[in-house]
Each structure stands twice: as structure tokens, then as C-alpha cells.
């Protein structure tokens, strides 16, 4: 155990943050795993209990961080990620980013840890170039509804850059595109969860808008693959993590119905403030220098595994 590298892992409670926990322990990891479970679920970690190389921590990380011992890694993931968290939590959103995000560096520099950083395409806002390259700085609104997640995001990577020239701290940045997978939660608000609850439960697909707005999906063992590849590379800079395979909200409605074997018709809404357009990434980058990294789960197959997790926690509600 004395020998295995200790890795911290904020959010560890969460959608990805669960999914790292598995990866880092099936790589040999010891792994300390922190969340204020205001939208993390000891559901998704509680297979993990009992297991001598993983422990958990109820904590906000806004207020403080400690962890006695070494670590080797912190993978800062804690923060609210779905529209419907961060709007009804502007200012827990904006704190984990600023706050948060300012103490998990402290502690990198305290222990000399590796940092990697969980930010967004959000940081993009809605965005102008199409796909999305990394040189990029985005066009967001900073004082509209979504401001508050992607200006944490984008301060969040500022402060983990000055860590990095001030205090010569080991950095990483993921800026992860929309992901799926199981132990996303019921009503978290995104759109697969929202498909998926809705066509599994009979009723109209919710769309924002026309439909016609574009999002790029990929699965969870993609990203995670992806975010150890970076973890462990000599990249400073961010790195955009997503599926380059890019389709209509309308085409991937019809892709969740194929999946629940539900043909359900679809409810139109208004589209929200500042909803992107667009969303693709430019993966050259991770490609380069995440030895030739791409994701490799088929929609198809990643929505059977999705459709499978979600009837099975439907029918448990």
C-alpha cells in the first residue's frame, strides 16, 4: 500500500468523478475521494466502500481542504456541471470554481501533487468557430444565467495557469464536451438524462428551440480514458476530451427513442439564454499528445449501456 500512488479525486461522488475512482483504483491507485454530495451520490461510490485503498470524505472544498499523508494526484471535479444545478446554485457554482478550485491548488502545492483540472466546452461559450480548437477564447456572455459555470470555468483555468508559472505546481486541463453514461442522475437536467427519463416513462421529448442546435456526445469510459492519457502526459496546456461525431438534438432524440424502444412525439420549448448553437471538438490536439487518442464507443452501444442503467434505476424510484 506504502508503495502506491495516492491520488485525491473532488466531486469524487459525481457522474465522472465516480467513473475516475473506478479507473484510478483499477490502476493500482490508493484514492481519497471528497464531495459535499449537494449533486454527487454515495450511490455511485458506495460499491467502492470497504475497499482498503479508497476512502471518503464529506467536505465542501470551498471551505477547506485536508488530507493528511501524501498524494501524488488531485483531479479537481467537484462543481455543479448540468444547467439545472448551477442555475439553481449560481453562487455554490461560482465558489467551487473560484474557491474551490484555489484551495485543491494549494494543496497541490503543499504536497507537490500533480493537478488536473475538470473544466468545460462551456468555456466557450457559444461559440463563433466551428468546431472548436483549443487556441479559441470563446464568446460568452458574462453576466447571463450560464455566466455563472462557464466564468467559474474560465477563472478556474486562469488560477490553475498562474499556479503553474508562479509556484511551478504540475498542471493539467481537460475541457471535457458532453458526455453520457451511467450514474448520470434522473432529473439532472441535460438532455440524455432528460430523453432518456422521458422516453423510458412514455411522455413527450423535450426540445429547446427547433432542434436544429448541435451537441457532440461521448461515452464515459471515452472521457476517462482520455483524462488518465492527460494525467499522466506533458501537456500544460488544455486539451479538448469529446466525440467529434456531431448531430442535431432532434437526430439524437430519435437515437434515444431507438435505444427505449419508445416512439414518442416531441414537446417543443423556447430555447433558454445563451444556449450554444453549436457544440463539436476539434480533438487534433488530444490526438497529438494522448498517443493518438480517440473515443471509441459507438453511440449505439453507449446508449444500450445508458438505456440498461436508467430502467433499472426507474423502476427502483
Not at 458532453?178 to 413527450?204: E, K
Not at 437526430?251 to 430555447?271: C, H, M, N, W, Y
Not at 448553437?277 to 493518438?292: E, S, Y
Amino acid at each position: 500500500m506504502k508503495d502506491k500512488p495516492r491520488a485525491l479525486v473532488t466531486g469524487g461522488a459525481g457522474f465522472i468523478g465516480s467513473h475516475l475512482c473506478e479507473r484510478l483504483l483499477a490502476d493500482g491507485c490508493q484514492v481519497v475521494a471528497m464531495d459535499n454530495l449537494i449533486t454527487g451520490s454515495l450511490a455511485n461510490i458506495e460499491h467502492l466502500f470497504g475497499r482498503p485503498d479508497f476512502v471518503f470524505y464529506e467536505q465542501d472544498v470551498t471551505n477547506f481542504i485536508h488530507v493528511s499523508g501524501r498524494l501524488d494526484y488531485i483531479l479537481h471535479f467537484a462543481s455543479p456541471a448540468s444547467p439545472i444545478d448551477y442555475l439553481e446554485l449560481p453562487i455554490q457554482t461560482l465558489k467551487v470554481g473560484a474557491l474551490g478550485t484555489h484551495k485543491a491548488l494549494g494543496l497541490a502545492k503543499a504536497k507537490n501533487a500533480r493537478f488536473l483540472l475538470a473544466s468545460t466546452s462551456e468555456v466557450y461559450g457559444d461559440p463563433l468557430v466551428h468546431p472548436q480548437r483549443e487556441d479559441y477564447w470563446g464568446n460568452v456572455n458574462p453576466v447571463g444565467p450560464r455566466g455563472v459555470y462557464d466564468e467559474a470555468k474560465r477563472f478556474a483555468e486562469a488560477i490553475t495557469m498562474a499556479y503553474q508559472r508562479t509556484h511551478g505546481v504540475e498542471t493539467r486541463i481537460v475541457r471535457i464536451f458532453n458526455t453520457y453514461g451511467p450514474r448520470m442522475r434522473l432529473n439532472d437536467g441535460r438532455v440524455l438524462p432528460a430523453f432518456m427519463s422521458q422516453a423510458l416513462a412514455g411522455q413527450p421529448l423535450t426540445v429547446f428551440g427547433d432542434g436544429s442546435q448541435t451537441r457532440s456526445f461521448c461515452y464515459v469510459d471515452d472521457l476517462v480514458e482520455g483524462i488518465t492519457r492527460l494525467l499522466h502526459s506533458n501537456e500544460k496546456l488544455p486539451v479538448n476530451i469529446g466525440n467529434p461525431r456531431e448531430m442535431t438534438i432532434l437526430q439524437f432524440g430519435e437515437a434515444v427513442q431507438k435505444s427505449t424502444g419508445s416512439k414518442v412525439p416531441i414537446d417543443f420549448r423556447p430555447l433558454p439564454v445563451d444556449d450554444p448553437k453549436v457544440r463539436r471538438p476539434d480533438i487534433g490536439k488530444a490526438q497529438r499528445v494522448l498517443g493518438g487518442w480517440a473515443p471509441v464507443v459507438p453511440l449505439e452501444e453507449g446508449l444500450a449501456r445508458t438505456t440498461a442503467y436508467f430502467r433499472k434505476k426507474l423502476a427502483m424510484t
